[in-house]
């Protein structure tokens, strides 16, 4: 049963969040928002590699999200829309700060990584070398393999074709390849 009596009501849809929103629900956004805050900070966090500018960003790309709401066109899921905006947030942010310049690797960097047995390790290990990639590398790497979206969905969000990010995957893909093989190495030699 219901609140005072009546049929039990169904969570409302993504869709009919944002709908109510632009229609004057002052909740509808809030609602919709924790409803996908948690899956929204980790894409910032795995973007960003800050939890400071994972969070600003996210902040930014809410109120953008709030402002813009009537501009959705519903031609992809709220929730791939909201990504949109946090990546591209994000992708702004990194590029205001521009703090860590990406700078190629050398043997001396993958020497210092030390043991990576413990899995704190190799996050940090695979941390550092995602930080080392372009942003736009980062960005495709992170939505396609970590993310778990498509490459025509990586594409909507970051609006670039569907080979570009192809291609962003690729060169970041064999870029984390050259730097975390140690990791295989050491690994199969703690086994031997």
């Known amino acids: ?3 005072f009596g009546g049929p039990p009501q169904r969570p409302r849809s993504d869709a009919e969040l944002l709908a109510a929103h632009i229609a004057g629900d002052r909740y509808a956004f809030e609602e919709l928002f924790y409803r ?3 899956q929204l900070y980790r894409l910032a966090r795995l973007t960003t590699l800050n939890p400071d500018d994972a969070a600003d960003a996210l ?3 809410m109120l953008k999200a709030h402002a813009r709401a009537r501009s959705f066109r519903n031609d992809a899921a709220v929730a791939s829309w909201l990504h949109r905006i946090v990546v ?5 942010r990194l590029r205001r700060n521009r703090v860590r310049p990406a700078e190629p690797l050398t043997d001396e ?3 210092r990584v030390g043991d990576p047995t413990s899995r704190v390790d190799t996050a940090i290990v695979i941390e550092d ?3 080392r990639l372009p942003i736009e590398q980062r960005a495709a790497v992170v939505a396609v393999d970590m993310q778990g979206y498509s490459v025509a969905e990586t594409a909507r969000m970051l609006g670039v074709p569907e080979g570009t990010v192809k291609s962003r995957c690729a060169r970041g893909r064999a870029r984390l390849a050259e730097v975390l093989d140690h990791l295989d190495a050491g690994a199969a030699a703690a086994t031997e």
Do not use: E, I, P, V
């Not at 591209?88 to 702004?92: P, R």
């Open 88 to 92: 591209n947030a994000c992708l702004d």
């Open 129 to 131: 070398a995602l930080m």
């Open 1 to 3: 049963m219901g609140t």
């Open 36 to 38: 996908h805050h948690r």
């Open 109 to 111: 960097d993958a020497a």
């Open 59 to 61: 902040q930014d790309a």
